[in-house]
């Protein structure tokens, strides 16, 4: 079975600073996979996906994520975070044979300070 | 990006008491809905996963006379909590696929329930 585990539970920046967010799963094969982004008492927003192809893959919002096969990672990152970008943010993989079911992770919560 | 709506975003009902969420893809075809469970600071939980027109197929530990998951048509699944007890308090979010592999699950903004 496919798994996700998001090692970081909660993460403060600074606002303007880089930031990256881990995110490792586990699945025999490569998978399809998802960064979320959720505000407090809101649904997920998708900010980018990877289904194959270039191993960067850009998204919504100036965040990119990077698909590293060998470290079975997606990690996502941005070069310069601001205040907005405070949310609970979450990885998911789905199966490549297209069985529709997300797993997600256990979710980041970003904080960003002045 | 394609839109699903949620409906209520919130509802407080007494213990003993059922209560229906709905969950709507305005300018989609949904042929695939997703019910998931969000306890505080947690992750989504998938509850049952439910195709127009067929019984929904429920997550082991799910109960599904207490959840009851109706997709009469393409562009409404329903979930409606049964005889709702406190515990059954939670934060509940749907999401819609349209037919086909590789596509994206689109997500509802959710609903409160609070049982008292």
């Known amino acids: 079975a496919q798994s996700v585990t998001q090692p970081d539970i909660h993460i403060t920046v600074s606002e303007g600073a880089s930031l990256e967010l881990r995110c490792n799963y586990s699945y025999g094969a490569t998978p399809y996979l998802f960064w979320y982004v959720q505000s407090p008492g809101q649904g997920l927003q998708l900010l980018l996906k990877?289904?194959?192809?270039?191993?960067l893959v850009q998204g919504i919002k100036g965040f990119e994520a990077e698909f590293k096969r060998s470290q079975s990672s997606f990690n996502l990152r941005k070069p310069s975070v601001h205040w907005s970008d405070a949310a609970e943010y979450f990885c998911a993989v789905e199966s490549n044979f297209g069985n529709e079911k997300l797993t997600f992770g256990t979710g980041t919560r970003l904080t960003i300070i002045p | 990006g394609a839109v699903v709506s949620q409906h209520p975003s919130w509802v407080i009902c007494k213990s003993g008491t059922s209560v229906k969420i709905e969950c709507r893809s305005l300018?989609?075809?949904?042929?695939?809905m997703f019910w998931y469970r969000q306890f505080p600071k947690q992750s989504l939980m998938l509850m049952a996963t439910s195709n127009e027109g067929s019984k929904a197929t429920y997550e082991q530990g799910v109960e599904k006379d207490k959840f009851l998951i109706n997709h009469a048509s393409l562009t409404l699944s329903t979930l409606t909590v049964t005889s709702a007890h406190p515990e059954d308090s939670s934060f509940y979010i749907c999401?819609?696929?349209?037919?086909?592999?590789?596509?994206?699950?689109?997500f509802g903004q959710g609903t409160r329930l609070t049982v008292v």
């Open positions: 300018d989609f075809q949904a042929t695939t």
């Open positions: 999401s819609a696929r349209a037919f086909g592999m590789a596509t994206e699950a689109f």
């Open positions: 990877y289904f194959s192809g270039d191993t």
